[in-house]
């Protein structure tokens, strides 16, 4: 199982703490599948997510490729909390 779809239903079993309120993937009918659940909107772009002033957390669960090719490290963040599972 995919590192992002252990940490939403990580998030998702301690719902008194954690509210999931978008998932997001480069390819968006990937994140459509992980969402796991109604209620969870889904993105395709991480800017989309950068300028939600309702997004408090952002947890990334990259893949050893898209970690080295992303870039997103340095403009990651924009003020939010940034969680990071290595892929290595």
């Known amino acids: 199982m995919p590192a992002s779809v252990e940490h939403l ?4 079993n ?3 703490r954690f509210e999931v309120a978008v998932v997001c993937d480069r390819d968006e009918a990937r994140a459509r ?9 889904t993105a395709g772009a ?12 952002i947890d990334v669960c990259p ?3 898209s970690a080295a090719s992303a870039g997103f490290g340095a403009d990651l963040g924009g003020g ?4 990071c599972e290595k892929p290595w």
């Open 9 to 12: 239903h990580a998030y998702q």
């Open 14 to 16: 301690l719902p008194e």
């Open 33 to 41: 599948t992980r969402r796991a659940g109604a209620g969870i909107a």
């Open 46 to 57: 991480v800017e989309d997510v950068l300028a939600d002033d309702s997004i408090d957390v």
């Open 63 to 65: 893949t050893a490729v």
């Open 80 to 83: 939010k909390h940034v969680v």
